[in-house]
């Protein structure tokens, strides 16, 4: 019987949750001083196979799962000009400021700054852990500072990681529209092995992009488990009905990457000195898809 008891252990950048009876952690909270905070590598619940990807070849700046925003206090500007020059490294410095900060494809570097990094609960059926970070701007100084609140347990033979997620704003900040940013998924896809990503109004991966749902979950095979039972892995991610503007409109990419952002229906902001607060659950599970077990669980989170 594979145990529902869990333990932290603390290292200096990272904090790795083990199961009790596996030698390797389940889960490993990167948490360095100069780089965004991101899990990675996330295990299938029995310990075998990675389900997140860190710097994949299409998109080396996704980090496993993460949080980035895209377009962070930029200024207007018009769609054409935006779609020339967003990607561009050498933007002229007019364009650099109506376009923002961009913490999405700038996992490290002058972007973000360590403030905290502790464990809450370190051992039993939840582990709960935390971490804090400024995210700059261009001079260093704070915009944005980002807490993020974790619990890890088991149900039903699958892992359920909660995260809260708070930024307090440093000064007004407006979150830019663009077509992704926020929390992100980057799953190990390799087009000749296929997969799917499944929304919870019944989407496939060309529908779900964009679409307004309240999870969202990705199903491929896990390299590592080719001879299991289970070659199949998945992970859903659920949004709160809490949060600002749930359901949340998603972004699904053509590799399945996945995550909820709020930028894809307009501009935001956070007034200086208030905070706003997200909410989401993670389903991680060996096997296929279960589209019926996963509303069973959102349903759970909804009241919670």
Not at 45 to 66: M, N, R, V
Request: proline fraction near 6%; include cysteine.
């Amino acid at each position: 019987m594979i145990s529902t008891a869990f333990r932290i252990e603390r290292k200096d950048q990272q904090i790795d949750v083990f199961r009790e009876g596996l030698s390797d952690p389940l889960v490993t909270q990167q948490a360095i001083l100069d780089h965004r905070p991101f899990l990675h590598p996330i295990m299938a619940p029995d310990g075998i196979g990675e389900l997140t990807e860190y710097s994949p070849g299409h998109h080396p700046h996704q980090t496993g799962l993460y949080w980035g925003f895209t377009r962070v206090n930029g200024t207007e500007i018009e769609p054409e000009i935006l779609k020339e020059w967003f990607y561009k490294a050498d933007k002229p410095a007019d364009i650099q400021r109506q376009v923002g900060r961009d913490f999405f494809h700038h996992p490290g570097g002058d972007y973000w700054q360590r403030v905290s990094a502790d464990v809450l609960i370190v051992e039993g059926s939840e582990v709960k852990w935390q971490t804090v970070y400024n995210m700059l701007d261009a001079d260093g100084n704070a915009i944005l500072v980002e807490t993020q609140n974790w619990s890890l347990c088991e149900r039903d033979g699958k892992i359920i990681l909660d995260l809260q997620w708070q930024g307090q704003a440093q000064v007004e900040t407006t979150i830019g529209e663009f077509p992704y940013g926020g929390m992100f998924l980057r799953m190990p896809f390799r087009k000749e092995n296929g997969g799917q990503a499944l929304n919870s109004e019944g989407a496939g991966q060309q529908e779900a992009e964009g679409q307004r749902a309240r999870w969202v979950a990705v199903e491929m095979p896990i390299p590592g488990r080719e001879e299991r039972s289970e070659p199949l892995s998945s992970i859903a991610i659920m949004d709160h009905p809490s949060n600002p503007d749930h359901p949340t409109p998603w972004r699904a990419d053509g590799q399945l990457g996945v995550g909820p952002s709020r930028g894809l229906s307009g501009d935001w902001k956070i007034l200086e000195g208030e905070s706003v607060v997200f909410r989401h659950r993670l389903q991680v599970a060996c096997g296929a898809l279960d589209q019926e077990g996963i509303e069973q669980e959102w349903a759970a989170f909804a009241k919670a």
